[in-house]
Structures are given as C-alpha cells and as structure tokens.
C-alpha cells in the first residue's frame, strides 16, 4: 500500500469510527456513570468484536452476509432485540450514584468491567452491517500485491482509531456527569439512552442485506 492511499484511508476510517451509533451511546452512558477510564475498559470488548469481525471479513467470510439472506436476517434480529432488550434496562434503570470527592469517607461504586465489556461485544458482534463495512471499505485501499500485511495494517490502524473515538465518547460522558450533578438529571439521561438505543434497535430491525 502506498502512502498516499493510507494517508486518503485514516480520516475515511475515522469518520467511521466516530460516527454516532449504538456502541458509541454505549461509551457515553458509561463515561457518565462510571467515568472514562471504565467506559474504555469496558470498550476493550468492542475492540474484541470489531478484530473477529476484520479476521472474518479477510477471510471472505463477509460475503456470506451479503449473499445469504438467512445468515443476514439471523444477526441482524439477534443484535435488534439485544439492542431493544438493553434500551429496556437503561430505560428502568436507577440514576447512578455521584462519584465520590477525593476526601469523600465511602469509596465510589465501582462497575462490573467485565459485564460492561459483554454489553460492548454483544453490541458490535450483533451488527450485521458493521463486518459488511470491512467486507466494502477496506478492499478499496489494499495493496493486490501485498494483500495479508496491507489488511493488516488497516485492520490495527481501524482498530487504533476505534480506541480514539471511544476515549472521546467516553469524556462526553464524562462532561455530562459534571453537568447532571446526578439525581434527577441522570435518572433523565437513562431514560434519553434507553429510547435512542431501543431507536438504533428498531433501525437495525429494519435494514436490509445490500441488493436485496
């Protein structure tokens, strides 16, 4: 891959990464409830999915999903009602408690990473069109000569800037928290998160696999 062709790729690739979907909402509701060093932990999840995805994607595997409406269909009804089923949890979830100050005498709450991170993987795993993404976007910038190591290197370089947008999504959680200060004004950001991901859910359902 010539240089010019990966300089054209990283700002491509980032307008994808930092577009505003259900795994980013995710960053934001846990950059606001546990702040951002939890909300990119967590995130590591995600960065599990998208690697399978790139790994399946390289392989020829992404063509299954466009060619077969079965396989499409199933992922796709699988992540909408995971997506829906995550809305509905956010939707009738508590506000979550203040962060305590530095001299505060109790310790703040702290998350469970690892059921934050199943969330993030199950999001990203259940997107159909995300893989599809691979199978269209990265072809047009590898190298036919040098194909393995120049996937490779849009694979780590997507993957690198996913850990950007994350961390960025994440202070925006962050910076909603300062400005909630808790209480009611969380118990309202629950309920805006669970409508837009019951949102993204319902748009999921509604897609459909390219060219049919």
Do not use: H
Request: hydrophobic share 60%; proline share 7%.
């Amino acid at each position: 891959m010539d240089v010019s062709s990966y300089l054209l790729f990283l700002p491509a690739c980032f307008a994808l990464n930092m577009a505003f979907g259900p795994n980013n909402l995710l960053s934001v509701g846990n950059g606001a409830r546990w702040g951002v060093g939890p909300a990119v932990r967590a995130a590591l999840g995600r960065l599990l999915a998208f690697a399978l995805m790139i790994a399946v994607a390289g392989v020829g595997m992404g063509a299954l999903l466009a060619t077969s409406a079965l396989a499409f269909n199933t992922v796709k009804w699988l992540g909408a009602a995971y997506l829906v089923w995550l809305g509905i949890k956010l939707l009738r979830a508590p506000a979550p408690p203040l962060v305590a100050a530095p001299d505060a005498p109790e310790a703040p709450q702290t998350p469970d990473l690892r059921a934050l991170a199943r969330q993030e993987f199950g999001v990203a795993i259940g997107n159909p069109k995300a893989i599809l993404i691979f199978t269209a976007f990265f072809p047009q910038f590898v190298a036919p000569d040098a194909y393995a190591l120049s996937y490779l290197l849009l694979g780590l370089s997507f993957l690198a800037l996913e850990l950007v947008a994350i961390a960025l999504y994440a202070l925006l959680g962050a910076r909603v928290r300062r400005l909630a200060r808790g209480g009611p004004a969380m118990r309202w950001f629950n309920r805006a998160s669970g409508g837009m991901m019951i949102g993204f859910g319902l748009l999921l359902a509604a897609t459909r696999r390219p060219g049919a």
